[in-house]
């Protein structure tokens, strides 16, 4: 079989004493935090409920403060609710707040993750104003008392966005890619619709977080080399729990050959020490995160987090027959489809044409 593996022990590696000495300190505090879980799961009483809550609110005030001061001195680290307005910050806890609820259905679900990843394009790409804009000629549907149209302007950001590669690692990831690539199609002036690579790769879940392994399984993957080179590679994955995903895919790629000019990594919600891991692993790449979570339990998964997001947005596979990335998309039905058409194109064009 055709696989590439990598050990945890080795993005631990890239981590400074530094990085290690926050992730000890934020570590004793969420130890703090669930302890005061167990108090609220409980039978408090009001009293005791309503003071357990002023505990968590100071103590997750703190863990907040901390996380400010590392990414403060990690420029590659952009957090949007560090480097956006006050007043912008609302919108998106709130969003992160109905992505976390257990009583979000799927459907609300996706709507939210659509949301979102349109408030991390922004945070990426919208703060190039001053540049020169585009000038769009809008044919409107009132033709009366003849045809009418609207001009309107966008900065432009053509350099920025039309060197781009979509790079998905599968599942959770897909819809996420296909929103990013819908985004730069819309702030092109040439409607670019980016090309994509898909990677089939998954964690060990029989190990724990200390010796976490990554598989790239190549056989199932979908990519072209010279697509690659030179290019600005973009992953969009909700959650980055580990930052072994990407470090994987993209020392294999290096090894290969591949030389990205840049890498972006967009999250809904990254942890820590993956975030850290992923800066510190890769040469010129930025993680963009809606929000920032403490960290991972023994099974590497994000605290407080939001469940597995693959599953809550593509719904869950049968164990015995998985989907293919075609019965995957299928399954988005005809608005998703319909919405993201080109980009669907591409994706089919890759999985029937490309192999690595």
């Given at each position: 079989m055709n696989k590439i593996i990598l050990k945890a022990e080795d993005l631990d590696g890239y981590l400074s004493s530094a990085d290690r000495e926050y992730l000890s300190r934020m570590d004793s505090i969420y130890r703090e935090v669930m302890a005061d879980f167990t108090m609220l799961s409980g039978k408090p009483s009001v009293s005791e409920y309503e003071r357990e809550e002023q505990t968590l609110i100071a103590r997750y005030n703190v863990m907040g403060s901390l996380m400010q001061d590392i990414c403060k001195t990690e420029t590659a680290l952009q957090v949007y609710s560090f480097k956006t307005p006050h007043e912008n910050h609302a919108e998106a806890s709130r969003l992160?707040?109905?992505?976390?609820?257990?009583?979000?259905?799927?459907?609300?679900?996706?709507?939210?993750i659509q949301r979102a990843y349109e408030l991390l394009f922004k945070l990426a790409y919208g703060g190039l104003a001053g540049r020169n804009k585009h000038y769009f000629f809008i044919k409107t549907p009132v033709s009366s008392p003849v045809q009418n149209y609207?001009?309107?302007?966008?900065?432009?950001?053509?350099?920025?966005?039309?060197?781009?590669?979509?790079?998905?690692?599968?599942?959770?990831?897909?819809?996420?890619?296909?929103?990013?690539?819908?985004?730069?199609q819309e702030y092109s002036s040439h409607g670019y619709v980016t090309p994509f690579a898909l990677f089939k790769i998954s964690r060990d879940d029989t190990k724990l977080e200390h010796n976490m392994e990554y598989i790239l399984d190549l056989d199932k993957s979908y990519f072209n080399r010279d697509t690659l080179n030179g290019k600005d590679l973009i992953f969009a994955d909700p959650m980055n729990a580990t930052g072994g995903s990407i470090v994987t895919v993209v020392k294999y790629l290096?090894?290969?050959?591949?030389?990205?000019?840049?890498?972006?990594?967009?999250?809904?919600?990254?942890?820590?020490?993956?975030?850290?891991?992923?800066?510190?692993?890769l040469d010129n790449c930025q993680v963009y995160t809606l929000w920032m979570d403490p960290l991972l339990n023994e099974a590497a998964y994000i605290m407080p987090g939001l469940g597995d997001a693959g599953d809550r947005i593509n719904g869950r596979d049968p164990i015995e027959q998985p989907r293919n990335i075609i019965q995957l998309i299928a399954d988005y039905g005809a608005n998703i489809a319909q919405l993201y058409r080109a980009q669907l194109k591409e994706i089919e064009n890759t999985v029937l044409n490309e192999k690595p």
């Amino acid at each position: 079989m055709n696989k590439i593996i990598l050990k945890a022990e080795d993005l631990d590696g890239y981590l400074s004493s530094a990085d290690r000495e926050y992730l000890s300190r934020m570590d004793s505090i969420y130890r703090e935090v669930m302890a005061d879980f167990t108090m609220l799961s409980g039978k408090p009483s009001v009293s005791e409920y309503e003071r357990e809550e002023q505990t968590l609110i100071a103590r997750y005030n703190v863990m907040g403060s901390l996380m400010q001061d590392i990414c403060k001195t990690e420029t590659a680290l952009q957090v949007y609710s560090f480097k956006t307005p006050h007043e912008n910050h609302a919108e998106a806890s709130r969003l992160i707040a109905k992505l976390r609820d257990v009583r979000t259905q799927q459907g609300e679900f996706v709507y939210y993750i659509q949301r979102a990843y349109e408030l991390l394009f922004k945070l990426a790409y919208g703060g190039l104003a001053g540049r020169n804009k585009h000038y769009f000629f809008i044919k409107t549907p009132v033709s009366s008392p003849v045809q009418n149209y609207a001009v309107h302007k966008i900065t432009d950001i053509d350099g920025e966005i039309e060197n781009t590669v979509m790079c998905v690692m599968l599942r959770g990831a897909l819809l996420p890619a296909m929103i990013m690539s819908k985004e730069i199609q819309e702030y092109s002036s040439h409607g670019y619709v980016t090309p994509f690579a898909l990677f089939k790769i998954s964690r060990d879940d029989t190990k724990l977080e200390h010796n976490m392994e990554y598989i790239l399984d190549l056989d199932k993957s979908y990519f072209n080399r010279d697509t690659l080179n030179g290019k600005d590679l973009i992953f969009a994955d909700p959650m980055n729990a580990t930052g072994g995903s990407i470090v994987t895919v993209v020392k294999y790629l290096q090894k290969e050959g591949v030389q990205p000019r840049s890498i972006k990594f967009f999250n809904v919600i990254a942890a820590l020490k993956g975030a850290l891991r992923s800066v510190r692993a890769l040469d010129n790449c930025q993680v963009y995160t809606l929000w920032m979570d403490p960290l991972l339990n023994e099974a590497a998964y994000i605290m407080p987090g939001l469940g597995d997001a693959g599953d809550r947005i593509n719904g869950r596979d049968p164990i015995e027959q998985p989907r293919n990335i075609i019965q995957l998309i299928a399954d988005y039905g005809a608005n998703i489809a319909q919405l993201y058409r080109a980009q669907l194109k591409e994706i089919e064009n890759t999985v029937l044409n490309e192999k690595p």
